[in-house]
């Protein structure tokens, strides 16, 4: 099956900074999302992006579909960006199943 | 509801004892899935339903594994006969159409068994 490849596995910034966190895949998605789980465990959709750029204020995600790979950019971070960051992406072409990475845990100190 | 409910929130289960673990997606909702996710490990697809039809079961680890949404709304997964291996986050999500394009996620059932 699609295998989903995230880096860094952990990341710490001090409030303010910016980062950039990656997906590779490793064939071609019809589906890719990113995702945030907060620390009480619920996950929370931020993009639907299987190609192109998206900017949802402090957040933005660029996917390159031809090159396999997808990244999030967190600017001006904020002590509740605390959490772990997932990408997912669709499963053998399915519209239902997706395969997500073993996520970007971020931890923001102020 | 306004999201999707989960409950019990967290359930310490002995060894070979039965657990249900209830799912109250968002109203209107077409399809529902369930998720496994153990610790620091991303979630795994269990299964999914369209309505009341159970599409794909694949991800079910065993037989042990049962899930039912028999009036197309509120969704029930048991497991059987408890190992500790079994022991995770459950995840239940819905979205308003046949597809995952924007999807829904609950707080999850947190299953120990010891």
């Known amino acids: 099956g699609i295998q989903v490849e995230q880096s860094p596995p952990d990341l710490i910034l001090q409030e303010g900074a910016n980062s950039t966190l990656r997906c590779n895949f490793s064939?071609?998605?019809?589906?890719l999302q990113w995702f945030h789980q907060n620390p009480w465990g619920q996950l929370i959709n931020l993009f639907y992006?299987?190609?192109g750029t998206k900017q949802n204020g402090r957040l933005s995600a660029t996917t390159v579909a031809t090159e396999r790979y997808s990244l999030l950019y967190i600017s001006s971070s904020q002590t509740t960006d605390s959490g772990v960051y997932f990408c997912?992406?669709?499963?053998?072409?399915?519209?239902?199943?997706?395969?997500f990475g073993k996520g970007t845990l971020l931890t923001v100190n102020p | 509801g306004a999201g999707v409910s989960q409950s019990p929130r967290y359930k310490v289960a002995k060894r070979g004892q039965d657990v249900a673990l209830r799912c109250d997606p968002i109203?209107?909702?077409?399809?529902l899935f369930w998720y496994q996710q153990a610790l620091g490990q991303g979630p795994e697809f269990l299964t999914y339903?369209?309505?009341?039809?159970?599409?794909?079961k694949s991800g079910l680890p065993s037989d042990r594994f049962f899930a039912e949404r028999p009036e197309g709304s509120v969704s029930t997964l048991k497991i059987q006969r408890t190992q500790q291996e079994d022991s995770a986050v459950y995840l239940c999500?819905?979205?308003?159409?046949?597809?995952?394009?924007?999807?829904?996620f609950g707080e999850g059932s947190w299953l120990t068994v010891v």
């Open positions: 992006i299987p190609s």
């Open positions: 109203s209107g909702h077409v399809s």
């Open positions: 997912a992406v669709d499963s053998g072409g399915s519209n239902y199943k997706l395969t």
């Open positions: 339903f369209q309505n009341e039809a159970q599409l794909d």
């Open positions: 064939d071609s998605v019809n589906n």
């Open positions: 999500a819905s979205s308003q159409g046949p597809g995952v394009h924007t999807i829904y």
